[in-house]
């Protein structure tokens, strides 16, 4: 019997689940949307019930899509968006709809803490590694503990958006230690921390946190109720699985210590893998504990393809809908110079603004530059040039970089745009084959806990498949070199970091 194994990523607005073989080949995938409710200015939010509905919907899809029976599934892996909050009773029923890392709500209590503990950030740097979002799930249990008392005292559970689902999938509690070291927690202890609790003001919730365990080890099974429902056998094992950033660099194979990794979807990072926690540069950026004792820092600027998506609809209405859209957009911007005569666009399209190269929670996007002379094309090239430079601004911040990286995300699609990277980063870019990664290093974290990998580094670097090799034009260095010069130039001038 050939033994497959299925991969769920779920997203703030996809739900992914994939069936891959032992080799980590993809053979069919399922997706299904998520609708993120705003009900109040700054609050995201997901229904727990329809995401629950989307992760059965999309299991059946993937199962039909690979042509397996569920039998053939020997296990299953969990990936979803990190931290946030999401409370259950003590049969497992949600308490309100989850919150999700795009939060903000919490915002008002954590400047109070600011003006209370001067050096509250600093603390939470120095413990986890990490610029603090306001979606973290401690500044929400905070939260909580203040405006909804009620609801937190019904919690006997609070943990992340995965756990909710795998909850759902084997009546298990758990959580990982992906999860606990950023909510924040300890990077170096791989842990929660009590100095954190205590921080937040919130050490009497302590009992409410699961114990994290590891991500390669086993949860617990499919339940009947579970099987009904996804189209899963009853007793399929449940790994305990890892939030989406430790997935996807377990999936892209990237799971080695000094190897670069950037992500080009929906959010823009590039970080590196090392054997210790890393610090530096302080203040600024994430750091990501992963499975197998290794670490992720990486430096992350929150847009990446959205600002692309955005110039489409705003630039491009006539022919958004094409279906050669991409081909005919970088048609028409091939002939122009880099550095787009003079145009820059920084690419700070999120309402969060960013936490690297500095911090600046109102760094918006914008063009510079413009002129008469100026037309669409060079607007839309602009963009691309922007994440690229932006993209080379923050691997100028990692440490230990060999000049060679991974590239994945919807953006590592256009060779275009692959290539302008490696000439703006003077980086070898490497794309590796298939677009899940989220869902293959779920998957990956399930074989290896059934004992078909010794270990998640063996399973991640030992199915590694490249697609694509890119080296840097070296002719275009001075060019891409001017085009920075002009780009910082303009960040500086607006960011308040």
């Not at 050939?2 to 990523?9: A, P, R, S, V």
């Not at 003079?342 to 190269?357: C, D, F, K």
């Amino acid at each position: 019997m050939t033994t497959y194994f299925l991969g769920i990523d779920a997203g703030s607005s996809l739900t992914k689940a994939a069936v891959f073989d032992v080799n980590g080949n993809q053979l069919g995938m399922g997706v299904r949307r998520i609708h993120l409710q705003r009900p109040h200015p700054g609050w995201s939010e997901i229904d727990p019930v329809e995401a629950w509905s989307a992760v059965s919907a999309a299991i059946r899809a993937a199962l039909d899509s690979a042509g397996v029976a569920a039998t053939d599934i020997a296990a299953v892996g969990l990936s979803a968006a990190m931290v946030g909050a999401w409370l259950v009773d003590g049969d497992g029923n949600a308490l309100r709809p989850g919150i999700v890392w795009e939060d903000s709500r919490a915002q008002e209590l954590l400047d109070e803490r600011v003006a209370a503990v001067p050096d509250f950030y600093r603390r939470i740097f120095r413990s986890n590694g990490c610029v603090l979002q306001q979606g973290c799930t401690l500044p929400l249990l905070a939260w909580l503990q203040i405006h909804e008392p009620d609801v937190l005292e019904r919690a006997s559970h609070v943990f992340s958006y995965k756990d909710f689902l795998r909850l759902k999938l084997t009546g298990r509690v758990a959580a990982d230690r992906t999860e606990a070291a950023v909510a924040p927690g300890s990077a170096s202890l791989r842990d929660r921390s009590p100095e954190m609790l205590d921080l937040f003001e919130i050490a009497g919730l302590a009992q409410k946190l699961p114990a994290p365990a590891e991500s390669e080890t086993i949860a617990g099974l499919v339940t009947a109720e579970a099987a009904a429902l996804t189209g899963l056998a009853e007793g399929t094992p449940v790994a305990i699985g890892a939030g989406d950033v430790p997935a996807t660099v377990i999936g892209a194979s990237a799971l080695e210590a000094g190897i670069a990794l950037a992500v080009l979807g929906t959010t823009c990072m590039v970080g590196i893998v090392s054997d210790q926690p890393v610090f530096t540069p302080p203040d600024i950026g994430l750091l990501f504990t992963l499975p197998g004792e290794a670490w992720f820092r990486a430096m992350v600027n929150v847009a990446g393809t959205l600002n692309l998506d955005w110039a489409i609809a705003t630039l491009l209405p006539d022919i958004a809908a094409e279906p050669d859209l991409y081909a005919r957009m970088e048609a028409m911007i091939a002939p122009l110079p880099i550095g787009c005569e003079g145009v820059v666009y920084l690419p700070y399209l999120s309402e969060s603004g960013i936490i690297a190269p500095v911090v600046d929670h109102e760094a918006r996007a914008g063009f510079h530059g413009l002129a008469p002379r100026h037309g669409r094309p060079h607007m839309i090239r602009a963009v691309y040039e922007g994440v690229a430079l932006a993209l080379r601004d923050l691997y100028d911040e990692l440490e230990g970089t060999t000049g060679t990286i991974l590239l994945t995300g919807g953006g590592a699609r256009s060779q275009m745009w692959t290539q302008m990277i490696a000439d703006a980063l003077g980086a070898t870019v490497l794309v590796p084959a298939g677009t899940e990664f989220g869902a293959r290093g779920a998957a990956l974290l399930a074989a290896t806990a059934v004992g078909r990998f010794w270990s998640v580094r063996q399973a991640s670097t030992s199915t590694r498949q490249i697609q694509r090799r890119q080296e840097p034009d070296h002719t275009t260095k001075p060019a891409w070199d001017r085009a920075f010069i002009n780009y910082r130039a303009r960040r500086d001038s607006i960011l308040r970091g």
